[in-house]
C-alpha cells in the first residue's frame, strides 16, 4: 500500500507535513516515503507482506515495528 499524501500548505489546520518531506534530500525522502507504505502495509494488510519483494533494509524496518508492536510502545504520529 502507499504511504500517505501530502500538499501544500505544510501546515493544515493543525495537520503538519513532515519536514523530512521538506527537507530536499531525494534520498531520506524516498526512505521515508517507503518505510510509511510498509507501515501503513503491515498495519492493514500484513498478508500483502508475505509476497512482497522486500530488501533487507525493508526487513530491519518491518522488525523494529514488529517489535514496538509487541513491547506496547506506539509507532504513530501525525508528523513522523
Not at 531520506?28 to 510509511?36: L, T
Request: aromatic fraction near 6%; hydrophobic fraction near 35%; glycine fraction near 4%.
Amino acid at each position: 500500500l502507499e504511504g500517505p499524501q501530502y500538499t501544500r500548505p505544510a501546515d493544515f489546520r493543525g495537520w503538519k507535513v513532515p519536514q523530512i518531506l521538506l527537507s530536499g534530500d531525494h534520498a531520506a525522502v524516498a526512505r521515508w516515503r517507503r518505510e510509511r507504505a510498509l507501515q501503513r502495509t503491515l498495519e492493514r494488510r500484513p498478508d500483502l507482506l508475505e509476497q512482497a519483494q522486500l530488501t533487507d533494509r525493508d526487513r530491519e524496518f518491518l522488525a523494529r515495528l514488529v517489535d514496538r508492536q509487541i513491547r506496547g510502545i506506539d509507532h504513530c504520529s501525525r508528523a513522523t
